[in-house]
Structures are given as structure tokens and as C-alpha cells.
């Protein structure tokens, strides 16, 4: 049988099996994984070779191929939208989507189909337009517990937090175009953790009915109004306020 491109058979069979007739089976000698030992530029090419899910999966079967970039590297729309129906269709449990090297990554637009239902952290880094292909349930993401959005450009925030019944973790860094007001209700006693790093219209974060909520920080420009539970047991709070003038994206790692 042919290995899979990029596989590596580290794992030996079971020596000492028994053949028909009693006679005792040699041990198989390990597979040499001879693609992982060719040079760099050899295998980017293999990849730039494969069609868009082939080079995903490979990338999933070994650490040494999964530590390369991507060969496709310019992604049009059409390329990100065929990358989340293949997610979809895997029901990843971790996504996450960084576009910082995307032509003009602000203009990029990201269209999520239906079917994440086994999604349980979504992390977004330098996005454009996030949309749904669908209308959004209450439980469209019901094992979602953790989203991580930074430098979003454009969210409807409220209706992934609506969708996620379950979530737990709420990070939000440098998304300067969400709603002035979070409103996690929809969470209930789920969510024990909410990060809010300069989003500069954010104005209002209701949690009034976050009863598990551990951990609050809070950093902004300007003077935003938060609601949460005098009963919730917060251990980590931290509160940040700046003069307008102050600008976070300089010197930010």
C-alpha cells in the first residue's frame, strides 16, 4: 500500500505473530518516510502542486509538513470560502483564520456555511467581513466555548455570541469596528471570562447575567459602561482608561 504523501509509519507492528501453520511471522521492517527528508523548496513545491484540500490535509498528517507555509499563499474569496466548507464538512473543533498575509486583508470577506455544530474555539486575526450563509439559530454553534477575535473589521458580534449558547471565553483585541454595545446574554452562566482590548466603539458590555464570570479586563479610550452581577465570583479584574489621543496599535506585538 502506498504511504500518503507527507505521512510519516514511526510506529512499528507487533513482532512476533503466528503465521498459518504455526511458524512464527518475521517482524516488518519500519517504512521509510523518504518525502519528509527532501529538501524544503522540493516539498513547498509538491504542495503548490495539490489542489487546495489535498495541501490542507497533507499539512494535517505531519508536524514537519504542517510547519510550512502555505503555498497558496494569495487566497482569492473563492479559495477561503471552498477552506470553510472543507471545515465544515470535517467538523473541526478549532478554527482559527489569520489574514494578515491577504491582499488588502481589510476588503477580505469570510461567509460561514452551516454545519460548525462540533466548533468549540473560533479564533479570527486580521479580518474583513465576517458573514453567515444562513440564518443563525439560537443554537447554531452549541458546543462553541471560546471566540477570540483580533483586528476584526467587521463582526456581527452579537449574533455569534446569540448563536453560542455555550460560550465561555469572550476575547475581544483591536476590533475597531464592532457594535457600541456586547450584549452576552445569551451565555447565561456559561461564560467565565471576558477581555475587551481597545475597540474603540465599544461603549457598553452587558453581562448581567454572566453569574459564573471570573475574570473581567477591560482597556479603552474611552469611558464604557459594563453590567455584571454584584454576586459574580471574579477573581481577575482589571480596568484600563485612556485619554483619546493615545494610540494602542503603535508598539503592539
Known amino acids: 500500500m502506498a504511504l500518503p504523501l507527507g505521512a510519516s509509519c514511526s510506529k512499528k507492528r507487533r513482532a ?12 516488518p521492517e519500519m517504512v521509510e518516510d523518504r518525502i519528509s527528508a527532501l529538501p524544503e523548496d522540493l516539498r513547498l513545491r509538491i504542495l503548490a502542486l495539490l489542489p487546495l484540500n489535498s495541501a490542507i490535509r497533507t499539512g494535517a ?10 503555498p497558496h499563499r494569495y487566497l482569492s474569496d473563492k479559495d477561503i ?5 472543507y471545515a465544515a464538512a470535517c467538523c473541526v473543533e478549532d478554527l482559527h483564520i489569520d489574514m494578515d498575509d491577504h491582499f488588502m486583508w481589510t476588503c477580505s470577506s469570510l461567509s460561514f456555511p452551516s454545519g460548525f455544530s462540533r ?30 477575535l ?24 483591536y476590533c475597531q469596528s464592532l457594535d457600541n454595545a456586547i450584549n ?5 452562566g456559561h461564560l467565565w471570562s471576558i477581555t475587551v482590548a481597545e475597540c474603540g466603539r465599544v461603549r457598553h458590555i452587558y ?6 464570570l471570573i475574570s473581567l479586563r477591560l482597556s479603552s479610550a474611552l469611558l464604557p459602561t459594563y453590567d455584571i452581577l454584584s454576586t459574580a465570583p471574579l477573581e ?16 503592539a506585538p
Not at 470560502?81 to 466548507?85: A, K, P, T
Not at 452576552?184 to 447565561?188: D, G, H
Request: aromatic content about 8%.
Open 207 to 212: 453581562a448581567g447575567t454572566a453569574s459564573g
Open 150 to 173: 483580533r483586528a476584526a473589521h467587521s463582526v456581527n458580534l452579537n449574533h455569534l455570541i446569540w448563536a453560542s449558547p455555550r460560550l465561555r471565553t469572550l476575547d475581544l483585541r
Open 184 to 188: 452576552i446574554k445569551a451565555a447565561r
Open 119 to 148: 466548533l468549540v474555539r473560533l479564533s479570527l486575526l486580521r479580518v474583513g467581513s465576517v458573514s453567515f450563509g444562513y440564518s443563525l439559530s439560537p443554537d447554531a454553534f452549541p458546543a462553541l466555548e471560546v471566540i477570540h
Open 16 to 27: 512476533g505473530g503466528v503465521a498459518e501453520g504455526g511458524r512464527a511471522e518475521a517482524a
Open 81 to 85: 470560502h471552498r477552506c470553510l466548507d
Open 236 to 251: 481577575d479584574l482589571y480596568i484600563c482608561l485612556r485619554g483619546r489621543n493615545y494610540n494602542p496599535l503603535v508598539g
Open 61 to 70: 498528517l505531519s508536524s514537519p509538513w504542517y510547519r510550512f507555509p502555505s
